[in-house]
C-alpha cells in the first residue's frame, strides 16, 4: 500500500470479488468523473481493438511471496500469482450491478419462499481446460468446495464462509451436488441475500489436489510450496507463471489453453508475458522512477505525482487515466465505549449532536486543496456508486458550516461560562479531547492540525497524540482507552462486506466493538437491518431497508467521512484497449484485451 493518505487507511478486501467488472462496447458505467486538464478518461462507447499476440508487459510488485498455497497459514501466501493463474466462477457487473457467469456458462437462483429454501443452479462452459490439458468439469468444483475450502480442518477460513446463521442461532453449511459432468448446484439452509457471492471464487483443479488431500492435512500444506517448479502451478487463468526468483522477479507466459476468445476466434490474452520486479513496500519513488525511465509500463499516481508527471506525458508518450473517485475515504470516529473515560466526556460524545457539529467543523475543501492538491472530493456518504442501492438523496447534511456547528453545541448546553475560550457543560467541564495517529506521516498530521484548527475556534480543547503503532493499536482494538481518531474504510459493494463493522457484534465496530447487547436503540435497529439485508433476495425490499439503514447512519454519524481520492494511473501510449476508471479493470478482466500497438500514435 502506498504511503500518503491511503497509508492510515485500513480496507476491507472481501477476497470473493476477483476483480473489477468486464467492461462491453457500448456500455454504460454508474461513476461520473470529473475533468482534469491533461488526463484522459474513460468514454463510452467503447470499441475493443481486435489485435495480434505479443509484447512484454512490465510492472512492479511489492509482496515477500512465502508460498503458492493458498491453505498455507503465512504471510505472504501468493493471493496475487493465484488470482493470476486461475479465472473466477463469476463476474460482477458494475454498471448494470449484475451478477454474470465467467467459468460458469449459465445458472439459476431457485427459491422457494414457504420453504425458506433457496438453490443456486450452475453450468460450466465446456470449452476449459487446465494447462496441462485435463478438462475442467464439475468435479473439480464440487471436490474444491467440499475436500479443500469446505473441510475445517484443512481450511478453517474458508469452512466458515459456507456457513449460514439461522434464526436460532446455530449455523449450517451450503451443500453442493453434481447434476451431470458439468452441471452442478449449491443448496443453501436458508434464503440469503447474495447466493452467488457466497461461493464465487476460484477453483483448483482435483486430479492435482486430490491425492495429496488421500494423503492428509500435511500433505495438502505442503503441495505448491514456494520451491515448486512454476510449471507444476496448473491453473485455467489467462496466464501461467514462468519463473520466479523470491525478492527480485517473476514472469508469466500466456496459458496456450486460455477458454477465452476475441469476438474473431483469436485466443486471449494478447500480451506473450508479463514481467515483474521487486520493490520493497511504500517504495512508490522507486516505482516512479522506473516508470519515467520507461522500464515499467503503468504507474498508480500519488496525489504529488501530478505535478511531476503531467508536463512530460506528451514528450515520454504516456496517457494519465483519470479513474474517477475512489470507494474508500478517511473518516474521524469517536470512542463512544465507556470504558476508560470520564463520564462527562462519555455522555457529550455519545450524543449525536456532539457528532453532527464535529462534521460542520470540518472544512475539507482546505483539506482537499492544501493536502491532497485538489485531486479529491468531500465525501457525505456511506455507500458510494459500486452500490446497487446507493441512494445520493442520503447525504450527510452536517457539512463544513461552524455557525451551525455552535447552534448545536448551545443546543447541548455546552457554552464558554468563563471567559477562557472553551466551552463547558452544564457543570463547568472543559469540553476537550485527543486525537490519537500513529506514525509521522506529515499529511495525516496536517489534516488532523486543519481540523484541530477549526476545532479550537469554537471552543473545543483538542490536541493531537501520535503514538506508537502498537500503542495505537492496542488501546484502539483492546484496552479502549482513546478519545478520537482517524481511520479509513471502504465503501462495500455488498452488505456482508460489512459484517465486522456496522452490527454493534464486530470486532470493527471500532467505537464500540463486541458488544453482548446494542448498547443504544439505533444500533440495535441496525442489528436487525443487517440481518435482514443477508437474507432478503427480493429487490424491492433490499431497498427499504438499505434507505433505512443510510438515513440512521447519517443522522448518528458513528463514522464522519471526509473525503474520498480520485485515482489515477499513468500507461505508456504504446498498449492499446486500456478503458480504465475504478470501477473497471484496464483492458477487460485480468487485462486479457491490452496489446502492443505497432505504432504507439495508433490511436
Not at 489485435?51 to 491453505?71: D, L, Q, V
Not at 463476474?91 to 454474470?100: A, I, S, V
Not at 449525536?352 to 464535529?358: D, I, L, P, T
Request: include cysteine; charged fraction near 30%; aromatic fraction near 14%.
Amino acid at each position: 500500500m502506498k504511503k500518503g493518505i491511503a497509508y492510515y487507511f485500513i480496507f476491507f478486501i472481501f477476497m470473493a470479488i476477483l476483480s473489477c467488472g468486464q467492461l462491453e462496447e457500448g456500455g454504460e458505467t454508474s461513476i461520473s468523473i470529473k475533468d482534469f486538464p491533461g488526463t484522459v478518461k474513460l468514454e463510452l462507447p467503447i470499441k475493443w481493438d481486435i489485435a495480434k499476440m505479443g509484447g512484454t508487459w512490465r510492472g512492479t510488485y511489492s509482496t515477500e511471496i512465502r508460498s503458492f498455497n493458498p491453505f498455507a497459514s503465512l504471510e505472504g501466501t501468493a493471493y496475487e500469482v493465484l488470482y493470476t493463474i486461475f479465472d473466477g466462477l463469476f463476474d460482477y457487473n458494475p454498471d448494470t450491478k449484475e451478477w454474470t457467469g465467467y467459468l460458469v456458462k449459465d445458472f439459476e437462483v431457485k427459491i422457494d419462499i414457504e420453504k425458506d429454501s433457496m438453490e443456486l443452479v450452475c453450468e460450466l462452459r465446456d470449452n476449459i481446460y487446465w494447462s496441462d490439458g485435463v478438462q475442467m468439469t464439475a468435479d473439480d468444483v464440487i471436490f474444491y468446495f467440499t475436500e479443500l475450502e469446505g473441510n475445517e480442518e484443512i481450511y478453517f477460513r474458508g469452512y466458515k464462509s459456507q456457513l449460514i446463521k439461522m434464526d436460532d442461532g446455530t449455523e449450517k453449511q451450503i451443500r453442493i451436488e453434481k447434476i451431470d459432468k458439468f452441471k452442478y448446484k449449491y443448496i443453501f439452509p436458508r434464503i440469503v441475500a447474495n447466493p452467488v457471492l457466497m461461493v464465487n471464487g476460484f477453483v483448483l483443479p482435483k486430479h492435482i489436489w486430490e491425492p495429496a488431500k488421500k494423503m492428509g492435512k500435511e500433505a495438502v500444506y505442503k503441495l505448491w510450496g514456494i520451491d515448486t517448479p512454476p510449471d507444476e502451478l496448473i491453473g485455467n487463468g489467462p496466464y501461467l507463471l514462468e519463473e520466479y526468483k523470491p525478492v527480485e522477479r517473476m514472469i508469466y507466459k500466456r496459458n496456450p489453453n486460455y477458454w477465452r476468445k476475441d469476438k474473431e476466434g483469436n485466443p486471449f490474452p494478447y500480451r506473450e508475458k508479463l514481467v515483474f520486479t521487486y520493490i520493497p513496500p511504500g517504495n512508490a519513488t522507486a516505482s516512479l522512477l522506473k516508470f519515467q525511465k520507461g522500464e515499467i509500463e503503468s504507474y498508480a499516481l500519488r496525489g504529488q505525482d501530478m505535478a511531476t508527471l503531467l508536463p512530460e506525458a506528451e514528450e515520454k508518450g504516456f496517457d494519465i487515466w483519470n479513474g474517477g473517485p475512489s470507494f474508500g475515504y478517511p473518516g474521524l470516529i469517536f470512542n463512544q465505549d465507556p470504558k476508560n473515560k470520564e463520564p462527562f466526556l462519555h455522555k457529550v460524545i455519545k450524543d449525536k449532536r456532539f457528532r453532527q457539529a464535529v462534521s460542520c467543523l470540518i472544512d475539507r475543501a482546505t483539506i482537499i486543496d492544501q493536502i491532497i492538491n485538489g485531486f479529491a472530493e468531500p465525501f457525505y456518504h456511506f455507500v458510494a456508486e459500486n452500490n446497487k442501492y446507493f441512494n445520493p438523496e442520503f447525504e450527510n447534511p452536517y457539512q463544513y458550516d461552524p455557525e451551525k456547528a455552535m447552534e448545536i453545541l448551545a443546543e447541548m448546553g455546552l457554552k464558554d461560562t468563563d471567559g477562557d475560550s472553551f466551552l463547558e457543560d452544564v457543570d463547568g467541564n472543559i469540553i476537550g479531547f485527543k486525537i490519537m495517529m500513529y506514525g509521522n506521516d506529515q499529511n495525516i498530521i496536517d489534516i488532523n492540525n486543519i481540523i484541530i484548527d477549526e476545532l479550537i475556534k469554537i471552543g473545543i480543547k483538542t490536541t493531537l497524540e501520535i503514538v506508537d503503532y502498537n500503542v495505537w493499536a492496542e488501546r484502539l482494538q483492546y484496552t479502549h482507552d482513546w478519545d478520537c481518531t482517524m481511520l479509513g474504510f471502504s465503501c462495500p459493494t455488498f452488505t456482508e462486506q460489512w459484517t465486522n463493522i456496522w452490527p454493534s457484534y464486530g470486532d470493527r465496530h471500532y467505537w464500540y466493538p463486541n458488544q453482548e447487547k446494542p448498547a443504544t436503540e439505533w444500533e440495535a435497529r441496525i442489528d436487525e437491518l443487517h440481518k435482514k439485508l443477508v437474507h432478503t433476495y427480493e429487490e424491492e425490499e433490499v431497498k427499504e431497508l438499505y434507505d433505512e439503514f443510510q438515513q440512521i447512519i447519517i443522522e448518528q454519524l458513528p463514522i464522519i467521512p471526509i473525503y474520498r481520492k480520485y485515482s489515477f494511473l499513468a500507461i505508456y501510449k504504446r498498449w492499446g484497449n486500456i478503458y480504465w476508471d475504478t470501477l473497471h479493470e484496464a483492458g477487460d478482466i485480468s487485462g486479457v484485451r491490452i496489446y502492443l500497438r505497432e505504432d504507439p500514435n495508433q490511436l
